[in-house]
């Protein structure tokens, strides 16, 4: 259920429709989002920015709130990136993760959530908190791109910063 919430929460940010399996169309929902927000029934809001520093929340550096394993090219247009998250202080699995990258001013801009869950054996604790997604180098605009992952806490709306950053090499 919360990773349905991080969806909605960023219905403005992110703009696939991947995460919508509904009868109505994506847009009605968007409008209808918007109108809720506008009107107070989300709690902390809805997110207006692609920019991850709006919702960064410094992690302790005592806890390890997951990896950003690998990102792998699969052909020229595609990657795939895996890993796992956690919250920590919760001791449950992120409500999702984020993915961003780094644009020619340094901003970390966000261009995807995964809510995806799989087995993890290697982390035994929180066997379901790996993830992974495939995206593609068209939705980035630069040809050497660093990648970070985050953590995305719902109850907060807050994202934390996954060990390990990845850099790939687009063909853009």
């Known amino acids: 259920m919360l990773q349905s919430k991080a ?29 809720l927000d506008k009107l107070g029934f989300l709690q902390s809001g809805l997110l207006k920015s692609k920019n991850i520093q709006d919702i960064v929340q410094q992690p302790k550096s005592y806890l390890v709130y997951g990896y950003f394993n690998t990102a792998n090219q699969i052909d ?34 966000i261009f995807k959530l995964i809510n995806q869950r799989m087995p993890r054996p290697s982390v035994r604790e929180d066997l379901y908190s790996g993830w992974q997604k495939y995206f593609s180098v068209q939705e980035i605009s630069q040809r050497i791109v660093k990648l970070q992952g985050w953590d995305f806490d719902t109850d907060t709306d807050k994202a934390f910063l996954l060990n390990k950053t990845k850099i790939i090499f687009s063909s853009n």
């Open 7 to 35: 969806y909605l929460l960023m219905i403005n940010v992110i703009h696939n429709n991947e995460c919508l399996v509904m009868k109505r169309s994506p847009e009605t929902l968007r409008k209808t989002a918007n109108i």
């Open 76 to 109: 020229n247009q595609t990657y795939i990136a895996n890993g796992w998250a956690i919250l920590p202080e919760k001791g449950e699995v992120a409500d999702g993760v984020i993915l961003t990258y780094e644009n020619f001013l340094g901003d970390a801009i």
